[in-house]
T-cell receptor, first 111, second 116 residues
């Protein structure tokens, strides 16, 4: 069974600092990995999708890397802003089109 | 394109009752997946429908069921509600013609179910 871990569960950073969020998974037989953002009481917003054949994806201030062999992904958010405060979730897709989620990193960016 | 919509947004039920939640996927998407989110367990996969057929199922009891219509809209039903069923229920749609595993999943805002 795929286990996805995100550590730390919560973190606070001053505005302007770069954010580094880590995700690890136990089964490297994945099809892709997706990073989501969730605001309190809301649904999930897709941030980046990395296919298993890719090493990284970038969108604006966001960059996600994937090392499938070691079961790790990292989400970088450059020059954090208070609007980046949210919970960030990592999810890996298996061959049956199921997403296995981590429990998230709850981020607070302090103005 | 309109996003994934879910109705109702909030529901309050009592133990023993049943409930039906609805999800309308993004136009053209044929795969709809359902997830349960609770503070303790996080997000857990319930089931996935593709072209009106259940393609995958998670580890939930038979009280949780679903279906998909020819227009790709999906419903999930929970019978004999228990207190532990209180959660945010999210649906996600993906895929175009084949609903392949490489597609991005797009989530709706969720239905918040409270069981008293």
């Amino acid at each position: 069974k795929q286990e996805v871990t995100q550590i730390p569960a919560a973190l606070s950073v001053p505005e302007g600092e770069n954010l580094v969020l880590n995700c690890s998974f136990t089964d490297s037989a994945i099809y892709n990995l997706q990073w989501f953002r969730q605001d309190p009481g809301k649904g999930l917003t897709s941030l980046l999708l990395i296919q298993s054949s890719q090493r990284e994806q970038t969108s604006g201030r966001l960059n996600a890397s994937l090392d499938k062999s070691s079961g790790r992904s990292t989400l970088y958010i450059a020059a954090s802003q208070p609007g980046d405060s949210a919970t960030y979730l990592c999810a890996v897709r298996d061959g049956n089109n199921r997403l296995a989620f981590g429990k998230g990193n709850q981020v607070v960016v302090i103005p | 394109k309109a996003g994934v919509t879910q109705t109702p947004r909030y529901l309050i039920k009592t133990r023993g009752q049943q409930v039906t939640l609805s999800c309308s996927p993004i136009s053209g998407h044929r795969s709809v997946s359902w997830y349960q989110q609770t503070p303790g367990q996080g997000l857990q996969f319930l089931f996935e429908y593709f072209s009106e057929t259940q393609r995958n199922k998670g580890n939930f009891p038979g009280r949780f069921s679903g279906r998909q219509f020819s227009n790709s809209r999906s419903e999930m039903n929970v019978s004999t509600l228990e207190l532990g069923d209180s959660a945010l229920y999210l649906c996600a749609s993906s895929g175009g013609l084949a609903g392949v595993v490489t597609d991005t999943q797009y989530f709706g805002p969720g239905t918040r179910l409270t069981v008293l």
